[in-house]
């Protein structure tokens, strides 16, 4: 096997950047991101534009997440109040192009902290993700989910299952559903994970409960697009703009296959012996259950930017593993691995087309097959990394089920 060591990851990442900056020397912030089909909001940074512009209104008096008047759309701000902290460490307007590149180094440092040692070829995948159109929409309008990564990425480099839940607490309360990542602790040992299981279910019912009329506010703040996004409910409501009766059904539909996979996916694992566990060597298979956790759990949510597929990039290196290993992995983890880059890349392949200028749909539904694929391969591996002492219970449960029967 090929040895590992973190300069190719390094090297990725540098590359990237140079690239990055190469082009924006050369054609300027609008048509550097146009590389990547990357459409440019009306003002760089947009989304850390909220936050500052909520700065500004907070010391007017003004509650922004009600009334956000400094905002260049008066949107109200949309994040837990949590994110209000920065305004008491002195925040202001002015300062939004700089928290966007303080997001985008989050972003590097994220990566580098949640990898593990890598050969040349799976850095260079990960590099086909962290550099893709879904992620540096992320980059390009600032959004605070590159944040949320880079703390996701803390919690899978300290040791211990309390720390590991300490920081994903964090996590949740800046932006609630990274409380999936929760599954790194399946990777801990049993008493030790239910401790901190239970402690940060507890933590979550009391931070909801303190919070949501806030809650309340910022979802109804949160547009829901339908053309840039994933999840189970994206395909139902652009259907149903075209006929209601049609999104119905595909309602209808969605739900259906998606418990379809999940239940599929417990039963194939509770029918597996204790050989199905898989053992974790380097936090590849940590990095796996957090990146595949945050994507199901956000899938079934109903409906996520694409910017949010960055924690995609967390399962590409046990993906990589499994592709080149175990047969029983080896072809959903190649599945995994092409509707991975799929789901990143469908925004650049619709650059690349020039079929998507006649027909809207095309690329669209190329990357809603995309997401669904990832939806079932990752649910499907993902169930199937749980530990023994996670379904053990539930299999003896069934063998006395089918005991009964056959008596």
Same mark, same amino acid.
């Given at each position: 096997?090929?040895?590992?060591?973190?300069?190719?990851?390094?090297?990725?990442?540098?590359?990237?950047?140079?690239?990055?900056?190469?082009?924006?020397?050369?054609?300027?912030?609008?048509?550097?991101?146009?590389?990547?089909?990357?459409?440019?909001?009306?003002?760089?940074?947009?989304?850390?534009?909220?936050?500052?512009?909520?700065?500004?209104?907070?010391?007017?008096?003004?509650?922004?997440?009600?009334?956000?008047?400094?905002?260049?759309?008066?949107?109200?701000?949309?994040?837990?109040?949590?994110?209000? #902290?920065?305004?008491?460490?002195?925040?202001?307007?002015?300062?939004?192009?700089?928290? #966007?590149?303080?997001?985008?180094?989050?972003?590097?440092?994220?990566?580098?902290?949640?990898?593990?040692?890598?050969?040349?070829?799976?850095?260079?995948?990960?590099?086909?993700?962290?550099?893709?159109?879904?992620?540096?929409?992320?980059?390009?309008?600032?959004?605070?989910?590159?944040?949320?990564?880079?703390?996701?990425?803390?919690?899978?480099?300290?040791?211990?299952?309390?720390?590991?839940?300490?920081?994903?607490?964090?996590?949740?309360?800046?932006?609630?559903?990274?409380?999936?990542? #929760?599954?790194?602790?399946?990777?801990?040992?049993?008493?030790?994970?239910?401790?901190?299981?239970?402690?940060?279910?507890?933590?979550?019912?009391?931070?909801?409960?303190?919070?949501?009329?806030?809650?309340?506010?910022?979802?109804?703040?949160?547009?829901?697009?339908?053309?840039?996004?994933?999840?189970?409910?994206?395909?139902?409501?652009?259907?149903?703009?075209?006929?209601?009766?049609?999104?119905?059904?595909?309602?209808?539909?969605?739900?259906?296959?998606?418990?379809?996979?999940?239940?599929?996916?417990?039963?194939?694992?509770?029918?597996?012996?204790?050989?199905?566990?898989?053992?974790?060597?380097?936090?590849?298979?940590?990095?796996?259950?957090?990146?595949?956790?945050?994507?199901?759990?956000?899938?079934?949510?109903?409906?996520?930017?694409?910017?949010?597929?960055?924690?995609?990039?967390?399962?590409?290196?046990?993906?990589?593993?499994?592709?080149?290993?175990?047969?029983?992995?080896?072809?959903?983890?190649?599945?995994?691995?092409?509707?991975?880059? #799929?789901?990143?890349?469908?925004?650049?392949?619709?650059?690349?087309?020039?079929?998507?200028?006649?027909?809207?749909?095309?690329?669209?539904?190329?990357?809603?097959?995309?997401?669904?694929?990832?939806?079932?391969?990752?649910?499907?591996?993902?169930?199937?990394?749980?530990?023994?002492?996670?379904?053990?219970?539930?299999?003896?449960?069934?063998?006395?089920?089918?005991?009964?029967?056959?008596?």
């Amino acid at each position: 096997m090929p040895s590992k060591s973190r300069l190719p990851l390094a090297c990725v990442l540098l590359c990237g950047v140079v690239l990055i900056a190469t082009l924006m020397a050369a054609l300027g912030w609008d048509r550097a991101w146009r590389v990547w089909n990357v459409q440019v909001a009306v003002q760089p940074f947009l989304d850390s534009q909220v936050i500052a512009a909520g700065a500004t209104s907070w010391r007017e008096g003004h509650d922004p997440l009600r009334f956000n008047p400094h905002d260049i759309g008066h949107r109200p701000m949309n994040y837990p109040r949590v994110w209000q #902290g920065l305004f008491v460490l002195g925040l202001r307007q002015e300062h939004a192009a700089a928290l #966007g590149w303080t997001l985008a180094v989050l972003l590097l440092a994220g990566v580098w902290l949640a990898m593990p040692r890598l050969g040349w070829g799976e850095a260079a995948v990960v590099g086909l993700a962290v550099f893709s159109p879904a992620v540096l929409l992320g980059v390009e309008r600032g959004n605070t989910d590159l944040a949320v990564f880079f703390v996701l990425a803390v919690a899978l480099a300290v040791p211990g299952a309390a720390w590991n839940a300490t920081w994903v607490a964090v996590a949740f309360a800046l932006k609630l559903f990274p409380l999936a990542a #929760g599954a790194v602790l399946c990777g801990r040992p049993r008493r030790e994970a239910l401790i901190a299981g239970g402690v940060l279910a507890g933590f979550a019912v009391l931070y909801v409960a303190a919070n949501f009329d806030d809650l309340r506010l910022i979802s109804a703040a949160t547009p829901r697009d339908t053309w840039l996004s994933y999840g189970l409910n994206v395909l139902p409501l652009r259907l149903g703009r075209v006929s209601g009766l049609a999104g119905l059904a595909a309602f209808a539909v969605a739900w259906l296959a998606a418990a379809a996979v999940v239940w599929g996916a417990c039963r194939a694992r509770i029918r597996r012996g204790a050989d199905a566990t898989i053992a974790a060597d380097d936090g590849a298979l940590d990095a796996f259950r957090v990146g595949a956790a945050c994507y199901v759990g956000t899938f079934l949510l109903g409906n996520n930017f694409i910017y949010r597929l960055v924690f995609v990039v967390l399962v590409v290196p046990q993906l990589w593993r499994w592709a080149r290993g175990r047969a029983a992995e080896r072809t959903l983890a190649r599945a995994g691995l092409l509707a991975a880059l #799929g789901s990143l890349w469908v925004l650049g392949f619709d650059r690349a087309s020039w079929v998507v200028r006649r027909d809207e749909w095309l690329w669209f539904s190329v990357g809603q097959a995309f997401n669904w694929l990832l939806f079932a391969t990752l649910c499907r591996l993902l169930i199937s990394s749980l530990p023994e002492w996670t379904v053990g219970p539930w299999r003896r449960r069934s063998a006395g089920r089918e005991a009964v029967g056959r008596s």
